[in-house]
């Protein structure tokens, strides 16, 4: 029963920080990374430049989708999944708030973008920020 009631909290929580920094933006599930990201640069974030690492030592943005979605400009990617579905994350800071937004889909170049699946505030100690 606590683990049942522990995890309906963590869904509220989740959903009450979305809706919280969805108030000044109008991100929506479906929309388009690039259309995004310029709402949040335009409402004052800012993208994160990460350095995580796997366990052998290699940067988790510079393997698959990840690697192409840097190299086309885009800094605040932070990982892509290897396998199965394909989700990116990417993180973003204004002021003392962090935000990450998660993408689905596999990239194919800036001519089919990736599709947000959702966003959520994350803690800003627990990125890898220095390399």
């Known amino acids: ?29 479906g929309d388009p990374l690039h259309k995004a990201r ?17 366990d052998d030592g ?11 979605i840097h190299a086309d400009g885009i800094p605040e990617i932070e990982t892509c999944s290897g396998a199965g579905v394909p989700f990116c994350s990417f993180n973003y800071r204004r002021g003392g708030d962090c935000l990450q937004v998660v993408t689905i889909g596999e990239y194919e170049g800036k001519g089919k973008p990736l599709s947000i699946h959702h966003w959520n505030s994350i803690d800003c100690q627990s990125l890898s920020v220095a390399n």
Do not use: H, Q
């Open 1 to 29: 029963m606590k683990k049942s009631k522990s995890k309906i909290l963590l869904c509220f929580f989740i959903a009450a920080c979305s809706f919280c920094f969805a108030d000044d933006m109008t991100l929506k599930e």
């Open 58 to 68: 290699t940067l988790r943005k510079s393997l698959g989708d990840a690697k192409k």
């Open 38 to 54: 310029k709402e949040l640069i335009n409402s004052g974030w800012s993208p994160i430049v990460t350095y995580e690492k796997m």
